[in-house]
């Protein structure tokens, strides 16, 4: 089955422990995107991905990286989260990078940070 | 610059409803459209698209048509039902890297 797997699902921890979020495609996409979603904010985009090894940032980088080292993965990485990171995150493929074919999303991570 | 707008919710609508939910938006170029839904729970999954001006989108009943000049793609269906109770969200891909905007979503509750 074509899909994106974010893991975990819900996440509780720390301010300050360093965490990752993974992400993996199967549909060997080019571009993949993350995304926290925000009650009254909708969702918005924190970093995406041309292709392997291009990253670049989106409308709420800070307190995140990610990397892409291969094509159907994607993981972001909060290095010290805090509590404002506490949200629900979304990971999401396309085809290419014209944008025409639409994104598929992962189920999502809840993430909470005390 | 991009941006886009869809009308405030929560929605309530009895079963058998007409649904219309406003989506405007803003966009250099000539975008693309997309109408995602988000069940409880769940991810977004794409609804509809469309990629040019005039063109309708349509899936499960429901139906949006790209207007350009009017810069609207409003999301319509003819009759609702409980499991179309959901959160919609409206989007746009201007095609370049940070490909999409996306509204802040209108939350559909339908009730028997």
């Known amino acids: 089955e074509a899909q994106v797997t974010q893991n975990p699902r819900y996440l509780i921890t720390v301010t300050g422990k360093k965490l990752t979020v993974t992400c993996s495609q199967n549909?060997?996409?080019?571009?993949m995107s993350w995304y926290r979603q925000d009650p009254g904010l909708g969702l918005r985009q924190i970093y995406y991905?041309?292709?392997?090894?291009?990253?670049d940032k989106g409308d709420v980088p800070e307190g995140y990286k990610v990397s892409r080292k291969e094509k159907r993965n994607f993981p972001l990485i909060l290095e010290s989260p805090s509590p404002n990171q506490t949200s629900l995150y979304f990971c999401?493929?396309?085809?290419?990078?014209?944008?025409?074919?639409?994104?598929?999303f992962g189920s999502g991570t809840r993430l909470t940070v005390v | 610059g991009n941006s886009v707008t869809q009308m405030e919710g929560p929605v309530t609508l009895s079963e058998e409803a007409f649904l219309t939910i406003n989506c405007t938006y803003t966009?250099?170029?000539?975008?693309?459209l997309f109408w995602y839904v988000q069940y409880p729970g769940e991810g977004l999954q794409l609804l509809l698209k469309?990629?040019?001006?005039?063109d309708k989108g349509s899936n499960k009943g429901f139906e949006a048509t790209y207007r350009k000049e009017t810069t609207s793609f409003h999301l319509e269906k003819g009759s609702v039902q409980v499991s179309d109770s959901a959160v919609y969200f409206c989007?746009?891909?201007?095609?370049?890297?940070?490909?999409?905007?996306f509204g802040t979503g209108t939350s559909l509750t339908v009730i028997p």
């Open positions: 966009a250099t170029g000539y975008p693309s």
């Open positions: 989007a746009l891909s201007v095609h370049t890297g940070n490909q999409f905007y």
């Open positions: 549909m060997n996409h080019e571009y």
């Open positions: 999401a493929s396309s085809f290419d990078t014209t944008g025409r074919y639409g994104y598929t």
């Open positions: 469309a990629t040019k001006a005039d």
């Open positions: 991905s041309m292709n392997v090894e291009v990253t």
